[in-house]
């Protein structure tokens, strides 16, 4: 055996064992105590109730099953509805837990290892994207930042699918980097999963595909886009119309605004709707300007990045539903500014060490003195996705962005 791949073989073997004795504290320390991943088990509990019983998990029957499950009842009608709402495909990605003869405290446990392990996994291969070699501390320090950050520890503990979302783009960007075509379209097609979250990243990246006749990243996304719905077609025919109707009960029961409409009509209520509408407007508008840019650039490049980090920003501002566990795809375009920081600022490492503290515990504190219940504030839909926009439009701007943004 090689020397690489005996060490290809005992890293795997190492993070398998990290990854089981994780699995084994996560639920000795969290799960056996605290039930939960909200956002997972409704999703968890549908594809079980399909591949174990042949149940329609968009049918009311299912439905009533999840709320019992997690109400001890069925749901009031100001309550959330703990619906399926996901794209059948979920199922094939959930399909190994749902067979698994173990409790849900170890299920819970297992999925809430895997949320971990998918941002640390997304934040290294975004350093990759980024040529961003950091001094072992700072990394280790970006690591434990990734994993206590605000947006994150809600989305590991709400069990949000958001952190599979965030590595399965940060890997289609490194593909398309890489010029891995093939791979980056079967990556991005993987974010459709949970759509919102790339919205408007997709047909961006497939305008660019096709003005550039990057066909392979095309035939990659549409290849893998037929098996996932031909799949979903042969498994459940009805998926779509079921999956149609809970997209639309979603509003009824969900209280997630986003964040044109909190600044709009919350903190500055008299501006009203005309405001907010306008102020989508112009944004969409200010986004396919730069679309335009975007499709003659030939090859992937950091002004490349730079717009598709302004598209996943306005993606966050403008979608009437959103949440702040799915600000963390905004991870690129943050730590993408973090390393100017680090490279254009004397003491750079200091720095982004120093943002990395007063972000925990501002947002933390921010969280802790707004809180409502057990409802997050609104106030927390807006730091991070306006202070990006604010950084990168001036970036995208200033004169001399281009020797900024180029690596150091």
Known sequence: MQVSQRNNLLLLVGLLIIFVVMVVAVRQFFTLEAAGANDFYPRWRGAQLFWQEGMDPYSEEATAVIQTDMYGRLAKPDEDQVLFVYPFYVVFVLLPLTWLPVSYSWIQAIWLTVMIFSLITAVVLTLRLLDWTMPPWLFALTLIWTILFYNSTRTIILGQFAALILLWLAAALLMLKQEQYGWAGIFLALTTIKPQMTLFVLPAL??????????????????????????????????????????????????????????????????????????????????????????????????????????????????????????????????????????????????????????????????????????????????LPLLLLFVLVWLLHKPSANKIIQPH
């Open 206 to 383: 497939l305008l660019w595909a096709l003005w550039q006749k990057k066909w392979r990243l095309i035939f990659g996304f549409g290849g893998m886009m037929v098996g996932l719905l031909t799949l979903s077609f042969l498994f459940l025919p009805s998926w779509l119309s079921g999956f149609m109707a809970q997209v639309n009960a979603y509003p009824g029961y969900t209280v997630t605004p986003s964040p044109l409409w909190i600044i709009t009509q919350y903190y500055f209520s008299f501006l009203g709707k005309p405001v907010e509408i306008g102020l989508t407007v112009m944004l969409l508008l200010y986004m396919l300007a730069l679309w335009w840019k975007l499709v003659k650039i030939p090859d992937y490049s950091r002004e490349m990045l730079l717009i598709l980090s302004i598209t996943m920003i306005v993606n966050n501002m403008v979608l009437v539903r959103t949440a702040t566990t799915n600000f963390i795809v905004l991870y690129i375009p943050l730590l993408f500014c973090l390393q100017l920081l680090h490279n254009h600022f004397r003491r750079g490492q200091l720095w982004v060490a120093l943002f990395y503290a007063l972000s925990f515990f501002s947002l933390w504190v921010l969280f802790l003195v707004t809180i409502v219940g057990d409802q997050e504030h609104v106030i927390m839909f807006l730091p």
